[in-house]
Nanobody, 126 residues
Framework: QIELVESEGGWVPAGGSLRLSCAAR????????MAWFRQAPGKEREFVAG????????DYTDSVKGRFSISKDNAINMLYLQMNNLKPDDTATYYC???????????????????WGLGTQVTVST
């Protein structure tokens, strides 16, 4: 059974940093493209960052480029999101997602991801 478990988020002051992690259980991460999505109150869930199965390719939504960094450690089936210079607009519930893929590719559409974590809340205050 595949399970994705995000680390606890938390409260961060604007300009601060936070690293989220996602433990991928029941799968071999090197066979999966993975991503982080987020959903703010009253808004639809949106793509934040994605990473290919090997970890060599990454993709970011424009609003987080230069501030967030996605990475994965396939040896221990972990996905990470390093978030720096956080802004109040980054306040949201963050979700990790995974999709099996035979080839190196990036996936930024949520309907292509069958596996999801339960989410973790990140609150950035002014």
């Amino acid at each position: 059974q595949i399970e994705l478990v995000e680390s606890e988020g938390g409260w961060v002051p604007a300009g601060g940093s936070l690293r989220l992690s996602c433990a991928a259980r029941g799968l071999t991460a090197s066979n999966y493209a993975m991503a982080w999505f987020r959903q703010a109150p009253g808004k639809e869930r949106e793509f934040v960052a994605g990473i290919s199965r090997s970890g060599q390719q990454t993709d970011y939504t424009d609003s987080v480029k230069g501030r967030f960094s996605i990475s994965k450690d396939n040896a221990i089936n972990m996905l990470y999101l390093q978030m720096n210079n956080l802004k109040p607009d980054d306040t949201a519930t963050y979700y990790c997602a995974a999709e099996f893929t035979f080839r190196e590719r990036l996936i930024n559409r949520q309907n292509e991801y069958p596996y999801w974590g339960l989410g973790t809340q990140v609150t950035v205050s002014t």
